[in-house]
């Protein structure tokens, strides 16, 4: 037969006291003496007494935890910023729910019923690729409940971001395909409804034309930048009418699917077709030849964006005012980009 599990009342009349000062000597009140509290947690501990942390919440409209919507845990940049939001979020006391979007809008609007239920204290979301306005976002600030960008942001929200200059990465991405002899350069875009890839496609025109080199809008090819994508879009490339000689992804799973598909076609990477990425993926560096990318800073990103959510809370969200904070890329210099 299950045990019901111990409460104040059995801690009460263990110790012959009322309930009230076990709840109060739980509570750490300073209505009771401090033999009281050590007497109650000893007994608490004695016969395995364990406070409901929910019920305790509720009371106080806080729940210490932090919810975070990410499209996947499964990509490294989101794993990393989420070890950092952890590592800011433990340092000051808060739990931390972890939601996936999957890349799906209505998914991600579910996450924000259920975050709102569950009385989160705050959130941090890196929007899905089918997001394209903010209104299901507003449920936040309706609950009070102030919102951090990390990545993936939108315009038409006030509130704090944490980004890496996606322009100059691309732009300095592009340039290094210029510098080893590429001219008919492709550009692997996301979807033009989230900044990132508005930002890197600027930064890759801007290259281009810093370098005199004709934009050619047929060599952006637009796609949600899955490995199958890239690996279609290459043979698009292939058959284009220029020798294309160089790709910039603005992910690393699309530039390797278009590497795979540069090599079966018996072509050379990077004599042949030199490709970038972006995002610096730990399979980035063990495929062959290594992929040159942009390493993002996720754990950074975590860390100061939980921080700058945290210091919302400490300070009431109508007392903060939105900022954007934006970190300088990386670009890292492997073989397929190596002439």
Do not use: W
């Not at 433990?90 to 998914?107: C, D, F, P, T």
């Not at 929007?127 to 309706?142: A, I, N």
């Not at 879009?233 to 294309?244: M, Q, S």
């Not at 795979?260 to 018996?266: H, S, Y």
Request: proline share 3%; hydrophobic share 35%.
């Amino acid at each position: 037969m299950k045990k019901n599990k111990p409460t104040i009342h059995e801690i009460a009349k263990l110790l012959k006291i009322d309930s009230s000062t076990v709840s109060r000597a739980l509570n750490d009140s300073n209505l009771v003496t401090q033999k009281t509290k050590d007497k109650v947690l000893k007994k608490a501990k004695e016969i395995g007494y364990q406070r409901n942390l929910l019920a305790s919440n509720l009371r106080k409209s806080k729940s210490n935890t932090i919810g975070v919507i990410v499209p996947r845990i499964s990509r490294h940049f989101f794993s990393s910023t989420i070890a950092g939001i952890e590592e800011a979020a433990y340092a000051h006391g808060y739990n931390v729910v972890i939601a996936q979007s999957m890349e799906k809008l209505e998914r991600e609007k579910r996450i924000v019923g259920n975050l709102i239920s569950n009385r989160v204290d705050g959130v941090l979301i890196s929007v899905s690729m089918e997001t394209v306005d903010s209104e299901h976002l507003k449920k936040f600030d309706e609950s009070n409940i102030p919102l951090v960008f990390f990545d993936r942001s939108l315009s038409d929200i006030d509130s704090s971001k944490v980004l890496i200059d996606d322009y100059k990465a691309s732009l300095e991405a592009t340039e290094h395909l210029i510098n080893i002899g590429c001219r008919n350069i492709a550009h692997l875009s996301g979807p033009k409804n989230l900044n990132i890839y508005k930002n890197r496609l600027k930064g890759y025109k801007a290259a281009l034309k810093l370098n005199d080199i004709p934009f050619d809008r047929d060599l952006v090819f637009t796609s949600t930048l899955n490995q199958e994508d890239g690996y279609e879009l290459a043979g698009k490339i292939l058959n284009y009418k220029k020798k294309v000689d160089g790709i910039v992804s603005a992910n690393d799973l699309a530039a390797i699917g278009a590497m795979k598909k540069i090599k079966e076609a018996g072509k050379s990477v990077p004599k042949d077709v030199a490709v970038v990425g972006f995002s610096n993926e730990p399979m980035s560096a063990v495929i062959e030849p290594a992929l040159s990318t942009v390493d993002q800073s996720g754990y950074d990103i975590g860390k100061i964006a939980c921080n700058l959510l945290i210091d919302s809370l400490k300070e009431g969200k109508s007392n903060v005012t939105a900022k954007t904070v934006t970190l300088s890329p990386t670009l890292i210099k492997r073989q397929s980009t190596s002439r």
